[in-house]
């Protein structure tokens, strides 16, 4: 399954799941054979835009994701995510997280555009978008499998700049006001504030998490739990060794998730994605 951010261009983002569909329908059949239609059908999960959240004004930070959330069901999502209008400042207050979730509940259960499967198709508008935009996906891939895949792809750092390419036009777009951005380059307010409640976290909560760990560790049989180790670091080391069963009796005999992160890194080293340009 597939996880896809929902960004501010209503049609556009339609097109994008329409165009999604079809073509992993195309790849399922013609490049890996498959067989069973249901293998053909795409599953996504949808998030609105975060980087689409504006600290200005934040309250019109509700309709982007309202809009975006739409967006993202009309174009037949099977899952959605809400963002809160409050995270360019901090985590979502218990408020703004609700009122995130009754935005799609109210999309859902009073709308009624879920009750119809591709509700767009047929539009000359939507259906020529589509085409566009799945004609500049298939670009993308014969890109990559020229380039030995997306393995190969990434370690040249295609992706890398085609990312950071975008984000820098969109940026350069709204810095030069050839792209409006409500509150924040247009219908601005000259006194305005952020006049919001914020999360505070008290940093208690996080000594009682750590508290909590050690009295977690404290209880396990240590002797267990060291071989649980020393058998996911085994497989580890070994390249055509399956990690997930040692890692589940790990888990069994109480390893943290933290400890098996540490063998990880500890093992394999961490990514750090160089930068590209």
Not at 226 to 238: I, N, P
Not at 255 to 264: A, K, N, Q, R
């Given at each position: 399954?597939?996880?896809?951010?929902?960004?501010?261009?209503?049609f556009?983002?339609?097109?994008?799941?329409?165009?999604?569909?079809?073509?992993?329908?195309?790849?399922?059949?013609?490049?890996f054979?498959?067989?069973?239609?249901?293998?053909w059908?795409?599953?996504?999960?949808?998030?609105?835009?975060?980087?689409?959240?504006?600290?200005?004004?934040?309250?019109?930070?509700?309709?982007?994701?309202?809009?975006?959330?739409?967006?993202?069901?009309?174009?037949?999502?099977?899952?959605?995510?809400?963002?809160?209008?409050?995270?360019?400042?901090?985590?979502?207050?218990?408020?703004?997280?609700?009122?995130?979730?009754?935005?799609?509940?109210?999309?859902?259960?009073?709308?009624n555009?879920?009750?119809?499967?591709?509700?767009?198709?047929?539009?000359?508008?939507?259906?020529?978008l589509?085409?566009?935009v799945?004609?500049?996906?298939?670009?993308?891939?014969?890109?990559?499998?020229?380039?030995?895949g997306?393995?190969?792809?990434?370690?040249?750092?295609?992706?890398?700049?085609?990312?950071?390419?975008?984000?820098?036009?969109?940026?350069?777009?709204?810095?030069?006001?050839?792209r409006?951005?409500?509150?924040?380059?247009?219908y601005?307010?000259?006194?305005?504030?952020?006049?919001?409640?914020?999360?505070?976290?008290?940093?208690e909560?996080?000594?009682?998490?750590?508290?909590?760990?050690?009295?977690?560790?404290?209880?396990?049989?240590?002797?267990?739990?060291?071989?649980?180790?020393?058998?996911?670091?085994?497989?580890?080391?070994?390249?055509?060794?399956?990690?997930?069963?040692?890692?589940?009796?790990?888990?069994?005999?109480?390893?943290?998730l933290?400890?098996?992160?540490?063998?990880?890194?500890?093992e394999?080293?961490?990514?750090?994605?160089?930068?590209?340009?």
């Amino acid at each position: 399954s597939f996880f896809w951010d929902v960004h501010n261009d209503f049609f556009e983002e339609i097109a994008k799941f329409r165009a999604g569909r079809r073509m992993w329908a195309k790849i399922m059949r013609e490049r890996f054979g498959a067989k069973n239609p249901k293998s053909w059908l795409l599953r996504t999960h949808a998030q609105t835009a975060g980087v689409s959240l504006m600290a200005q004004q934040p309250m019109n930070n509700v309709i982007r994701t309202t809009m975006q959330a739409l967006a993202a069901v009309l174009g037949g999502t099977q899952s959605l995510h809400t963002n809160s209008y409050d995270e360019t400042y901090a985590l979502p207050t218990e408020a703004a997280a609700e009122l995130a979730l009754r935005t799609q509940q109210v999309i859902f259960e009073e709308t009624n555009v879920a009750a119809v499967a591709d509700p767009l198709a047929g539009s000359y508008f939507i259906e020529t978008l589509t085409d566009q935009v799945e004609a500049a996906a298939w670009e993308y891939i014969k890109k990559i499998d020229a380039m030995g895949g997306v393995v190969k792809a990434v370690e040249a750092g295609y992706p890398q700049r085609e990312i950071s390419r975008s984000a820098f036009e969109y940026q350069r777009d709204i810095d030069a006001h050839r792209r409006a951005i409500v509150g924040v380059n247009k219908y601005k307010n000259a006194d305005e504030g952020d006049n919001i409640p914020t999360l505070k976290i008290d940093h208690e909560a996080e000594q009682n998490q750590i508290d909590k760990v050690v009295a977690f560790r404290s209880k396990r049989d240590p002797a267990a739990a060291e071989r649980a180790l020393a058998a996911v670091r085994s497989a580890l080391k070994d390249d055509k060794q399956n990690v997930m069963p040692p890692i589940l009796d790990a888990v069994k005999v109480h390893v943290t998730l933290g400890e098996i992160c540490d063998l990880f890194r500890s093992e394999l080293g961490e990514y750090r994605d160089p930068a590209y340009l």
